[in-house]
C-alpha cells in the first residue's frame, strides 16, 4: 500500500474532517545504523466482515479499514476504529474499487472521474468517523483488483495518486 506520514501537525480547522494526517514518529538519528530500523510493523485489513478482527487487531501496529468498496459499512468502520483506538494500533482507509458482489477481486473499468471520486468517498467515510473518535488516517492501502491495476496501469496509479494528494494536500 501507500503509507503516508507527514511532518506537521493539522490546524484546528482540519480536525473536524479529519482528512489531514498526524506527524510522523521520529526516528532517533543518534542510534546507532544498525538499530534505527529494526522494528518491523504488522498490518492487516480489517472491517471486512470476518470475527476475527478483535482478536488480530492486539498483533497490530497499522490496521487497513474496509471503506464501503468491497465490504465494510459505516457500523463496521465505527467498530474497527474503536477497538483500533483503544489498543492504539494506527489506521488507514483500505479503499477499492466499488465492487462488493466480488469483494473488490476483479477489475473493474470506471471513468477516471467516477473511480477518484468513489475512492474520496470511501476514505471520506473513514475520515470523518476516525475524527469523532479523536484519530486520523494514517495510510491508504488500495485493496485486491485496484492495488494490482495500479502496479500495472498508469490511469489507475495517477488516480490513487490523487486520491491521497486530497486526503492530504501539505
Same mark, same amino acid.
Given at each position: 500500500?501507500? *503509507?503516508? @506520514? @507527514?511532518? #506537521?501537525?493539522? %490546524?484546528?480547522?482540519?480536525?473536524?474532517?479529519?482528512? =489531514?494526517?498526524? !506527524?510522523?514518529?521520529?526516528?532517533?538519528?543518534?542510534? !546507532?545504523?544498525?538499530?534505527? #530500523?529494526?522494528?518491523?510493523?504488522?498490518?492487516?485489513? &480489517?472491517?471486512? /466482515?470476518?470475527?476475527?478482527?478483535?482478536?488480530? $487487531?492486539? *498483533?497490530?501496529?497499522?490496521?487497513?479499514?474496509?471503506?464501503?468498496?468491497?465490504?465494510?459499512?459505516? *457500523?463496521?468502520?465505527?467498530?474497527?476504529?474503536?477497538?483500533?483506538?483503544? &489498543?492504539?494500533?494506527?489506521? /488507514?482507509?483500505?479503499?477499492?474499487? %466499488?465492487?462488493?458482489?466480488? #469483494?473488490?477481486?476483479?477489475?473493474?473499468?470506471? %471513468?477516471?472521474?467516477? $473511480?477518484?471520486?468513489?475512492?474520496?468517498?470511501?476514505?471520506?467515510?473513514?475520515? =470523518?468517523?476516525?475524527?469523532?473518535?479523536?484519530?486520523? $488516517?494514517?495510510?491508504?492501502? !488500495?485493496?485486491?483488483? &485496484?492495488?494490482?491495476?495500479?502496479?500495472?496501469?498508469?490511469?489507475?496509479? *495517477?488516480?490513487? /495518486?490523487?486520491?491521497?494528494?486530497?486526503?492530504? %494536500?501539505?
Amino acid at each position: 500500500g501507500c *503509507s503516508i @506520514r @507527514r511532518m #506537521f501537525r493539522p %490546524p484546528d480547522s482540519h480536525r473536524e474532517t479529519g482528512l =489531514r494526517f498526524p !506527524p510522523p514518529m521520529i526516528t532517533d538519528w543518534s542510534m !546507532p545504523r544498525r538499530d534505527r #530500523f529494526r522494528a518491523v510493523g504488522l498490518n492487516a485489513d &480489517l472491517g471486512e /466482515g470476518f470475527s476475527h478482527d478483535a482478536a488480530l $487487531l492486539r *498483533s497490530l501496529d497499522r490496521a487497513s479499514i474496509a471503506c464501503g468498496g468491497h465490504a465494510g459499512s459505516a *457500523s463496521s468502520m465505527a467498530r474497527a476504529v474503536r477497538a483500533a483506538v483503544r &489498543l492504539r494500533v494506527r489506521i /488507514g482507509a483500505h479503499v477499492s474499487y %466499488p465492487d462488493r458482489r466480488h #469483494f473488490g477481486r476483479e477489475s473493474v473499468r470506471l %471513468p477516471v472521474r467516477r $473511480l477518484e471520486a468513489a475512492l474520496l468517498a470511501q476514505a471520506r467515510a473513514l475520515a =470523518r468517523i476516525a475524527v469523532r473518535h479523536g484519530v486520523f $488516517l494514517e495510510h491508504v492501502k !488500495p485493496h485486491g483488483a &485496484l492495488y494490482h491495476d495500479a502496479t500495472r496501469d498508469r490511469r489507475v496509479a *495517477s488516480v490513487v /495518486g490523487r486520491v491521497i494528494r486530497q486526503l492530504d %494536500p501539505g
